[in-house]
T-cell receptor
Framework: DQQVKQNSPSLSVQEGRISILNCDYT??????FLWYKKYPAEGPTFLIS?????DKNEDGRFTVFLNKSAKHLSLHIVPSQPGDSAVYFC????????????FGAGTILRVKS | GAGVSQSPRYKVAKRGQDVALRCDPI?????LFWYQQALGQGPEFLTY????????KSGLPSDRFFAERPEGSVSTLKIQRTQKEDSAVYLC??????????FGPGTRLTVT
């Protein structure tokens, strides 16, 4: 029973364009959502998060959108840079302190120069 | 500022052997988490400590898996009588009681 789903295994984008990574969830008890970025042979690193009381959170080139009614969130990267090429994981938690994160399977982003 | 470190980075074990994986969290971090990441999948929660107390071990797949953090700092994940299905990357993360978990590089375990 996958509670967090990232249906696109990979995404290829031209440098300078927008990258949109999508995530769907099934558990309505989730109230905190996070995006992590992972390079090969490294652990995931925190990128951006959003509470369920918001529908948008922005940090520089990264914006996360949350649609609670659709149980859907997305990560927008504008403009995309070659250094953004990595695996992106969506994660969710049922409490603000993020214990027991539930992760999606990840999306490989390739930014072409 | 050292991050989360894990050792060994790679471990090959023969089926039936016991293994011990070590995690050194960021100094002062209260919370420590273990995750298992199978190939092509996202990390899956195994267990969680707050200081030395193991508050949640609901993700441990069997009683062959055991984790400890006796002094509230370094943690060890032990797997007894390893099986092929235990092959995965084991990730440790720590946090200062917040949602932002800092991950180590992981230990890749291969059971042959």
């Amino acid at each position: 029973d996958q509670q967090v789903k990232q249906n696109s295994p990979s995404l290829s984008v031209q440098e300078g364009r927008i990258s949109i990574l999508n995530c769907d969830y099934t558990n309505s008890m989730f109230d905190y959502f996070l995006w992590y970025k992972k390079y090969p042979a490294e652990g995931p690193t925190f990128l951006i998060s959003i509470s369920s009381i918001k529908d948008k959170n922005e940090d520089g080139r990264f914006t996360v959108f949350l649609n609670k009614s659709a149980k859907h969130l997305s990560l927008h990267i504008v403009p995309s840079q070659p250094g953004d090429s990595a695996v992106y994981f969506c994660a969710a938690s049922t409490d603000r302190y993020g214990n027991k994160l539930v992760f999606g399977a990840g999306t490989i982003l390739r930014v072409k120069s | 500022g050292a991050g989360v470190s894990q050792s060994p980075r790679y471990k090959v074990a023969k089926r039936g052997q016991d293994v011990a994986l070590r995690c050194d969290p960021i100094s002062g971090h209260v919370s420590l988490f273990w995750y298992q990441q199978a190939l092509g999948q996202g990390p899956e929660f195994l267990t969680y400590f707050q200081n030395e107390a193991q508050l949640d071990k609901s993700g441990l797949p069997s009683d062959r898996f055991f984790a400890e953090r006796p002094e509230g700092s370094v943690s060890t994940l032990k797997i007894q009588r390893t099986q092929k299905e235990d092959s995965a990357v084991y990730l440790c993360a720590s946090s200062w009681d917040s949602y932002e978990q800092y991950f180590g590089p992981g230990t890749r375990l291969t059971v042959t």
